[in-house]
């Protein structure tokens, strides 16, 4: 097998990786035909978020936040024992946003300074490149504490979280927009071709609902500048900030599959530089960096005289202008430390204020299954994959509602969605464990065990109808999914504006039996701002945030 | 400057101006075209009255399937109702994620048997479909309306996004509403409630069950929900309508949840009288037609008879 064949294999690899993590993501989606009858849970038919658990770094991080490891983040071992043999494999050959940086990276440049002499000059290492050493340690400094903030920067979170609140919802937008464009010439022979290609393409791309999300537009900008910096930088990303290639980086110091150089046959020409995805320095004459290496072979397969070789336990011949490649990576001991320190002492300054726990946002409601706060922000890697495969499009990334240390983190907005009573697939997806799968039962409660609950519902007496307008409604009750109904009625005589007297049924809500899934919310007429709403008050996560004296009772004594 | 090239720029310039000034006048004050203009509605779906034959029939068993045919027989049989060729539109409620026997939905045993028998009287096509509260996927197939259907041969639809028409109702209340369109463009219409109880309208039957063709803020029309109800009764005419008397959801109402909210009647009333069909259905949740205020205001309005033994009663 020559190496231009290996390298095909690797290209190979990389689009089928990427296809994989995209065709998961895609069937992260409510679409399973349960059977009616049977009461049985309804299960995903696909372990959607399996690819997001060969993460090393989400392993690590909620390793050292929460001091356990999620069930499903033990296939990050499958990435990180072989890298410790073959170096950072996973970077060129495995990893989505990797492989997305490589393509936008490798797409010809009309822009003389990403050509020839210039681009051999920025694929030389750079001392940027050390940045996402910091970075790294500046996460797992903050883990130690806590507060898990790799899921920002984790690649494979970064990739679901846009591709799934991002990208899909965009395409979906502009799909059915453009054919609504089609359509509006209102000639039958245009708009059949186009609705024919829609509806074959829609039940594989676009949601059962369009899915509008929170806060996108931050994540949408931070994921376009990683993929536009690609055009200033080959793999910019990839270099100089992952803080997963940074972990697989460290754990390649002891790699036995390396680069062998052998000066005989250089004639410097150069073309291994032109092709060096890591910017590891390839090329003979300068220090190979092992850890700065995505193992992409480029550089062999584009040297012409066969002087570089990758190989286990490759010789070196070490001389004057073919200096010892090294394992080590370039960050000082010191600054090391300063990256610890100072990702220990952020946790204290985003706590010290009063956004987690002190006074927190009381619309912030979690999912249901949400592990109390402290340990949710533990273990939420912000992957975004509970709101994709909400099917009421009812969980968001937040912005500033959990504070800056929660940022992306999962929020219920029931004005756009309310939580489904017997749906229970955020935890079922939840790769990490910070929202727990739980049963419908444990979820709807019965006789032995009380519901679990995200929150209360409150009635704005300003804006609801019955209260303040004396017109009829009770919209919200008809709504409310439990059983008895948390709110209920009473029929009070109230007088309008021209003096009569109406008979109308007025709202309120029972703490007890309310759920906080925000059926009512999402229901009321009052279309702008709802005129009942729900807290994240009386969830079952916290002992603290409750309204009641007495815990909440379940069906047998209610 | 030329004169040639002079004469080649002051054209393109004076081409250009008169494109930018053409277009501006041709959009001038046109009215904004949303894609999607009102979809003119001029079909009847009821037939037409037959004095020898009873008006409402209710079957009383707990072979549901059986009961349907022989209260429909009575009725005049599904021919009378599907001609051959006709494409039918069954709108059972399918409202709520609850299983069949939580009464929140039309029973799914009634629905596929009502597909046979308007396959079998030659109907085209027969679809299925509603507008439900919760999510479509879940309730579609909880309720087993979804499995029942198919098997029997109707296309179920989940509605989506693009599947509705603005229609004018023609009502006092209701005027330009978005609909599924399903439910007009179809000959017949046939309109299969469960009975349920409803705090603000007293209960939810036949006539409350066509808000379920209704996109839009249907939500707010709780605030005249009687003339709603009425304007969408004038304006849909049913050609058939079937109430599921067989579980009866006496509180708790419209999505129940509890199996203690269930009273068994094990009834199934068939008629073309919408206001009959809810006068009868009421009494099995206890209620007097005359209390119920759509239900009167429907007969005032000319849409049927309270009294539903003067259009001919018959028990089966």
Redesign the interface.
């Given at each position: 097998m020559t190496i231009k064949t290996v390298r095909n294999f690797r290209r190979l690899s990389q689009v089928l990786f990427f296809l994989i993590f995209f065709w998961l993501i895609l069937k992260t989606n409510?679409?399973v035909?349960?059977s009616?009858?049977s009461?049985k849970e309804i299960i995903l038919p696909y372990p959607v978020s399996i690819a997001l658990q060969f993460s090393p770094l989400a392993a690590l991080g909620t390793l050292l936040s929460s001091w356990t490891i999620f069930k499903g983040l033990l296939w990050s071992l499958v990435i990180l024992i072989p890298t410790i043999f073959l170096g950072r494999f996973f970077c060129g050959w495995i990893c989505p946003m990797g492989s997305l940086n490589h393509w936008i990276s490798e797409i010809p440049s009309e822009r003389l300074k990403r050509k020839g002499a210039n681009k051999i000059q920025s694929n030389r290492y750079k001392k940027y490149q050390r940045i996402k050493y910091y970075i790294l340690f500046f996460f797992l400094g903050a883990a130690l504490l806590g507060s898990l903030q790799i899921g920002l920067l984790d690649p494979l979170a970064l990739l679901a979280r846009s591709i799934g609140t991002v990208v899909l919802p965009t395409l979906h937008t502009g799909a059915?927009g453009f054919?609504?464009?089609i359509?509006?010439f209102g000639v039958p022979q245009i708009v059949i071709p186009f609705q024919f290609v829609y509806d074959l393409l829609s039940p594989i791309f676009l949601t059962?609902?369009?899915a509008h999300f929170h806060t996108i537009l931050t994540i949408g900008i931070f994921f376009i500048l990683i993929l536009l910096l690609n055009r200033v930088f080959t793999r910019f990303w990839c270099r100089g900030i992952c803080p997963l290639g940074a972990l697989l980086g460290l754990f390649s110091r002891f790699a036995i599959f390396g680069l062998e150089k052998d000066e005989s046959g250089c004639d410097n020409c150069q073309l291994c530089l032109l092709h060096c995805q890591g910017a590891d320095n390839p090329d003979i004459g300068s220090r190979w960096r092992q850890a700065e290496c995505h193992v992409c072979l480029n550089c062999q397969a584009a040297c012409p005289n066969s002087s570089l070789k990758f190989k286990f336990f490759p010789e070196q011949k070490v001389s004057r202008t073919n200096p010892a490649p090294t394992q080590k990576i370039d960050i000082t001991r010191r600054k090391l430390a300063a990256s610890i320190v100072s990702g220990l002492a952020v946790v204290p300054l985003l706590r010290s204020g009063d956004a987690f726990e002190v006074n927190s946002n009381p619309r912030l409601v979690r999912p249901p299954g949400a592990r109390p706060e402290s340990d949710f922000l533990a273990k939420c890697i912000r992957c975004g994959q509970c709101m994709r495969v909400c099917?009421?499009n009812a969980l968001h990334p937040t912005f500033m509602e959990a504070g800056l240390e929660g940022m992306w983190s999962p929020i219920l907005i029931a004005r756009i969605g309310y939580c489904?009573?017997?749906?229970t697939l955020c935890g079922q997806v939840c790769p990490t464990g910070a929202i727990e799968e739980l049963t419908v039962k444990e979820k709807v409660g019965d006789e032995k065990t009380a519901a679990n609950c995200i929150g209360t519902a409150f009635i704005d007496r300003g804006r609801c109808?019955p209260w303040a307008m004396g017109?009829?409604?009770?919209?919200c009750?008809?709504?409310c999914?439990?059983?008895?109904?948390a709110i209920y009625?009473k029929e009070e005589t109230v007088i309008n504006q021209k003096g009569e007297e109406v008979k109308v049924?007025q709202p309120y809500v029972e703490p007890d039996l309310c759920t906080g899934c925000g059926a009512c919310e999402y229901?009321?007429?009052v279309?702008n701002k709802a005129a009942i709403y729900i807290t994240s008050i009386g969830e079952s996560r916290s002992d603290k945030n409750q309204i009641i004296l007495e815990s909440k009772k379940t069906?047998a004594n209610s | 400057m030329q004169r040639r090239d002079f004469l080649k720029k002051s054209g393109k310039a004076l081409a250009l101006a008169a494109i930018t000034g053409g277009v501006g006048f041709a959009f001038h004050n046109r009215e904004f075209?949303?894609?999607?203009g009102l979809y003119r509605f001029d079909k009847r779906f009821d037939v037409a009255a037959d004095r020898s034959l009873p008006g409402i029939t209710l079957a009383k068993t707990e072979e549901y399937e059986n009961g349907l045919n022989r209260a429909l027989d009575a009725l005049g049989g599904i021919k009378r109702f599907v001609k051959p060729g006709e494409k039918v539109t069954i709108k059972p409620n399918i409202g709520w994620?609850r299983?069949?026997e939580q009464a929140a939905d039309t029973n799914?045993r009634l629905v596929g048997e009502m597909v046979r028998l308007c396959l079998t009287a030659g109907a085209s096509e027969v679809i299925v479909t509603d507008i439900p509260?919760?999510?479509?996927?879940?309730t579609f197939?909880?309720?087993?309306i979804?499995?029942a259907a198919e098997k029997n041969g109707a296309k179920v639809i989940?509605p989506?996004?693009?599947d509705y028409v603005k229609v004018d109702l023609g009502g006092k209340l209701l005027t330009t509403w978005p609909v599924l369109k399903y439910f007009v463009e179809t000959d017949r219409f046939i309109n299969m409630p469960i009975a349920k109880q409803?705090?603000?309208s007293g209960c939810t039957i036949s006539m409350k069950n066509l808000y379920g063709i209704l996109g839009g803020?249907r939500?707010?029309l709780?605030?005249k929900?009687d003339q709603a109800i009425v304007d969408l009764v004038a304006f849909v005419r049913p050609t058939l309508t079937i109430v599921d008397c067989t579980r009866v959801l006496m509180?708790?109402?419209?999505?129940?949840?509890?199996l203690t909210?269930v009273k068994i009647d094990n009834s199934i009333i068939c008629t073309t009288d919408l206001v009959a069909a809810d006068a009868r259905a009421v009494e099995f949740l206890n209620l007097k037609p005359e209390k119920v205020s759509h239900i009167v205001l429907a007969e005032k309005s000319g849409l049927g008879k309270i009294d539903y033994r003067s259009i001919g009663y018959k028990e089966i």
């Open positions: 409510f679409e035909n349960f009616p009858g009461g059915a054919l609504n464009w359509k509006s059962f609902r369009q099917p009421n489904e009573p017997t749906c109808l017109r009829p409604c009770i919209v009750e008809e709504w999914p439990t059983t008895p109904k009625l049924k229901a009321c007429p279309i069906s | 075209s949303t894609g999607a994620d299983k069949p799914p509260c919760n999510d479509a996927r879940r197939i909880r309720s087993g979804k499995e989940l989506a996004e693009e409803h705090s603000l803020r939500n707010q709780h605030q929900i509180r708790n109402g419209p999505q129940g949840g509890s909210d």
